[in-house]
């Protein structure tokens, strides 16, 4: 089993930059493929970027790509979002989620993780 807990969000302008990092607990963060998922008011929650357990293998949203990153640090256990040239449209609350995987695999839909960290506000103002 793992805990997830986000940090890093907040309010920035357009054009700006956020990091938004995912610190894991438990002993076996290197098995569990990694996803972040956002969520507007009103608005269904949305799969943003996903990470294979090595790191090998990312997938993005299209409505990302060219401006998020997604990485990871397994000794450090933690999964980070680099968020560049951010829109208004970002605003939303950002989840980490996690789940058990094979090497190589990382996944796009919410319904495929098994756990969920609590979420990080972000906000881009115009």
């Known amino acids: 089993q793992v805990q997830l807990v986000e940090s890093g969000g907040g309010l920035v302008q357009a054009g700006g930059s956020l990091r938004l990092s995912c610190a894991a607990s438990g002993r076996t963060f290197s098995n569990y493929a990694m996803g972040w998922f956002r969520q507007a008011p009103g608005k269904e929650r949305e799969f943003v970027a996903a990470?294979?357990?090595?790191?090998?293998?990312?997938g993005l949203a299209d409505s990302v790509k060219g401006r998020f990153t997604i990485s990871r640090d397994n000794a450090a256990k933690i999964v980070y979002l680099q968020m560049n040239s951010l829109i208004p449209e970002d605003t939303a609350v950002y989840y980490c989620?996690?789940?058990?995987?094979?090497?190589?695999?990382?996944?796009?839909?919410?319904?495929?993780?098994?756990?969920w960290g609590q979420g990080t506000q972000v906000t881009v103002s115009s």
């Open positions: 990470i294979s357990r090595s790191g090998s293998g990312t």
């Open positions: 989620a996690a789940r058990d995987a094979g090497s190589y695999y990382y996944y796009f839909t919410s319904m495929e993780y098994d756990y």
